[in-house]
């Protein structure tokens, strides 16, 4: 049974940083393409970064250069490193799994019907 759990969200000051960790069972997270995406308040959810089985990275322009999306295979774990954070990046974060294994389906934008397995997601938040 595929499961993602998140973890590392809170609360932090403007320029401030968090990892974002998502543990996943079930499958093996280097053989499909796994994302983040974030969904503000009102706002529909959309993909953050993307991290295909050939370690491409893909990110939104508005955390290129902030964001590193990246994975441990030996812990099976997903991680999102957010530096420099914004109040804009407040959001509620998901971690996804790809449905199917390769594809050209793992670059910004992302759909999330491509994805068919999600975490519980996670809160951050960042205060001016």
């Known amino acids: 049974q595929v499961q993602l759990v998140e973890s590392g969200g809170g609360s932090v000051q403007a320029g401030g940083s968090l990892r974002l960790s998502c543990a996943a069972s079930?499958?093996?997270?280097?053989?499909?393409?796994m994302a983040w995406f974030y969904q503000a308040p009102g706002k529909e959810r959309e993909g953050v970064a993307a991290?295909?089985?050939?370690?491409?990275?893909s990110y939104a322009d508005s955390v290129k250069g902030r964001f590193t999306i990246s994975r441990d295979n030996a812990k099976n774990t997903l991680y999102l490193q957010m530096n420099s954070l914004k109040p804009e990046d407040t959001a509620m974060y998901y971690c996804?799994?790809?449905?199917?294994?390769?594809?050209?389906?793992?670059?910004?934008?992302?759909?999330?019907?491509?994805?068919?397995?999600w975490g519980q997601g996670t809160q951050v938040t960042v205060s001016s």
């Open positions: 996804a799994r790809a449905r199917w294994v390769g594809g050209g389906y793992c670059t910004i934008p992302l759909k999330e019907a491509d994805f068919g397995y």
């Open positions: 991290l295909d089985s050939a370690g491409r990275a």
């Open positions: 079930g499958y093996f997270v280097g053989i499909y393409c």
